[in-house]
């Protein structure tokens, strides 16, 4: 689908986690949003790299991207790092949803 895509990351011949991404039209950016739905990368293949390649793949998959999107939970100290490094910063506003 344009709109959804998968991958599975793979290390040392193992599977070592994955990333889901949804692709939308957001009017705030101006353009192509990409959300980064989930990335994952399992304990023991975690401070080698991986997370930083996962990232740097899903730029270069979507060069016309306007924006990059994700959501952590506060408590993810680990990953609100490397997403810091990465360049992302957090949003000056709360999200609301209603369930069906």
Request: zero cysteines; glycine letters at 8%; a negative charge.
């Amino acid at each position: 689908s344009p709109y959804a895509l998968g991958a599975i990351i793979e290390s040392e011949n193992e599977t070592a986690g994955y990333v889901l991404l949804a692709v939308t039209f957001s009017q705030e950016a101006g353009g192509k949003a990409v959300w980064i739905e989930e990335a994952y990368v399992r304990e023991k293949f975690r401070s080698k790299g991986l997370g930083h390649e996962i990232f740097s793949w899903v730029e270069s998959r979507f060069p016309d991207a306007s924006r990059f999107r994700l959501e952590v939970e506060d408590d993810n100290v680990r990953a609100i790092k490397l997403y810091e490094r990465l360049g992302y910063k957090p949003l000056p506003y709360g999200q609301m949803i209603k369930d069906k």
